[in-house]
């Protein structure tokens, strides 16, 4: 099971850090990622992790801005993003992959978290 949290409303320019809690069963030696669903588009890829924590990918509108990070002893992941923009505003989902070096494909992901909504005013 995956538990995210951590969104809510920010002003432009702003940060927040989400979380995405796994149980380890669910997390082990698997690369994990984040996506969001901003109303009326499509889910889509924000940023991944590899299984170790080595290797990192980002979409290009949030590199730079945002950090993907996770911590195995707590089995939990995180994205820190920064610089928030009015477009950032979605759902975002963390979601455990089939993969151990996961890339932006909805279908590298077979278990999804419940999702937690970030709103950036402007």
């Known amino acids: 099971q995956l538990q995210a949290s951590g969104g809510g409303l920010v002003q432009a320019g702003g940060s927040l850090r989400l979380s995405c809690a796994a149980t380890?069963?669910?997390?082990?030696?698997?690369?994990m990622g984040w996506f969001r669903q901003a109303p009326g588009k499509e889910r889509e890829f924000v940023a991944s992790?590899?299984?170790?924590?080595?290797?990192?990918y980002y979409a290009d509108n949030v590199q730079g801005r945002f950090t993907i990070s996770r911590d195995f002893a707590k089995s939990t992941m995180y994205l820190q993003m920064n610089n928030l923009k009015p477009e950032d505003t979605a759902v975002y989902y963390c979601a455990v992959s089939r993969a151990s070096y996961p890339g932006r494909g909805l279908t590298e992901y077979n278990y999804w978290g419940q999702g937690t909504l970030v709103t950036v005013s402007s």
């Open positions: 380890r069963r669910t997390a082990t030696n698997n690369g």
């Open positions: 992790i590899s299984w170790r924590g080595d290797s990192t």
